[in-house]
Nanobody
Framework: QVQLVESGGGLVQPGGSLRLSCAVS????????MAWYRQAPGKQRKLVAA???????SYADSVKGRFTISRDNAKNTVHLQMNSLKPEDTAVYYC?????????WGQGTQVTVSS
């Protein structure tokens, strides 16, 4: 069984920064593309950023230049550095990964951007 556990969410003022982390544990054979999604109240879950096993990244237009996704293959972790946060970034952020050719999700971590 595989688990994805997110951490690092919280309350931050507009313009501030947060760093989310996702740790993959369990019966891991291989980790392929990892991603972060977010879901605001009353809205659909949307892709925020993704990173392939080789390190190629992609971002939603709304976060380009502000967010950076990274991964540590040796530690089975993925991070999302979020800078210049805006109130519209408020959402539950979910870690997602292709683990052993199965799509897995974390439980989510709340990010609230408010003064």
């Amino acid at each position: 069984q595989v688990q994805l556990v997110e951490s690092g969410g919280g309350l931050v003022q507009p313009g501030g920064s947060l760093r989310l982390s996702c740790a993959v544990s369990g019966s891991v054979v291989s980790i392929y593309t990892m991603a972060w999604y977010r879901q605001a109240p009353g809205k659909q879950r949307k892709l925020v950023a993704a990173i392939t096993k080789g390190g190629t990244t992609s971002y939603a237009d709304s976060v380009k230049g502000r967010f950076t996704i990274s991964r540590d293959n040796a530690k089975n972790t993925v991070h999302l550095q979020m800078n210049s946060l805006k109130p519209e970034d408020t959402a539950v952020y979910y870690c997602n990964g292709n683990i052993n050719h199965d799509i897995q999700w974390g439980q989510g971590t709340q990010v609230t951007v408010s003064s």
